[in-house]
């Protein structure tokens, strides 16, 4: 059976084709430009495998409300030109098929919670640090909506004295993402991430506030286990950092079997950067179901 899958990023999309055992057959990238420009292309390429379904992990914000006249849309997006864009009901009318829709970071968590570190557990949390900061949610078994879906990535942290950079989010400055993402690396620090491998204060500073972070998202969500990926956290030195100063803002509070492995509890991902698009591809299977 083969299925579709579309990780659809605010800077690339990424399409693939597999199968229900997680097999990934075939891909492409192609820029994230206008909806006249990308979706014609990203069409031809799932037609052409004659795909029984596809899945969407889609930047957003995006409406999964099955009930709202605008389900399938990504709406206030940053992007305009993407803004209130119904992409799930274009491919629908393209393709034929189900489509299984669900923020970026949800497909990621989904991806390893079917195939990957956190197969089996009922709660999982899954966070991406790049451009930007999400946070996808497993709860229960399931993926966490709400009244809409989670945005943990603009949780409202208190910046370190020390730290006298504003923010970079447009809406609110100073929250996790104005502070720790990417661009905001760049923008106090003067340079991209990769260039300041080798200055230990911007890590332990980034360590700091994704610390402050997970701390919360643990004591909000108790998770049974947490994945970090993205581009920032590709620097090795940073995940250690995170896992003490998580130990040490949690101050003994909670006594757990898994809290006295953080290098086990809080890890990265380990679908060798495939859990996006794997995640996809379930959506897509859980769509035809």
């Known amino acids: 059976m083969i299925l579709g899958a579309l990780e659809a990023g605010g800077t690339k999309m990424v399409c693939a084709v597999g199968n229900e055992k997680g097999e990934i057959l075939d891909r492409m990238s192609i820029p994230t430009e206008t909806p006249e420009v990308t979706m014609p292309v990203m069409a031809e390429y799932f037609r052409k495998w004659e795909v029984r379904a596809l899945g969407i992990g889609c930047f957003g914000p995006i409406d999964l409300n ?11 997006t940053p992007k305009l030109a993407w803004k209130n864009y ?41 966070i991406t640090v790049g451009t930007g900061v999400g946070v996808g949610v497993l709860a229960d078994g399931k993926l966490l909506h709400g009244m809409l879906h989670p945005e943990g990535g603009h949780i409202l942290i208190p910046r370190r004295e020390d730290d006298h950079y504003g923010g970079k989010c447009p809406y609110h400055g100073a929250c996790l993402e104005g502070l720790a993402a990417g661009p905001a690396i760049e923008a106090r620090w003067g340079a991209r991430g990769v260039e300041l491998a ?9 360590a700091h506030y994704l610390a402050y972070a997970i701390t919360n998202y643990i004591l909000m969500l108790s998770p049974e286990k947490i994945i970090v990926g993205g581009g920032v956290m590709h620097q090795e030195q940073l995940l250690p950092l995170v896992r003490s100063k998580v130990t040490e ?41």
Not at 86 to 112: A, W
Not at 282 to 287: E, F, N, P, R, S
């Open 198 to 206: 080798d200055r230990p204060e911007v890590w332990e500073l980034e």
């Open 66 to 76: 099955r009930n709202s006249r605008t389900y399938g849309y990504i709406t206030t």
């Open 86 to 126: 119904d992409i799930c009901g274009y491919f629908r009318e393209q393709l034929k098929v189900p489509v299984g829709f669900d923020t970026d970071v949800n497909g990621s968590m989904l991806g390893e919670a079917t195939w990957g570190c956190a197969r089996g557990l009922d709660s999982a949390i899954y």
């Open 249 to 289: 803002m949690l101050g003994g509070y909670l006594v757990t079997e898994k809290l006295q492995d953080m290098d086990s509890y809080i890890v990265l991902p380990s679908l060798d950067d495939n859990q996006g698009i794997l995640g996809a591809l379930k959506l897509g299977m859980d769509a035809l179901a």
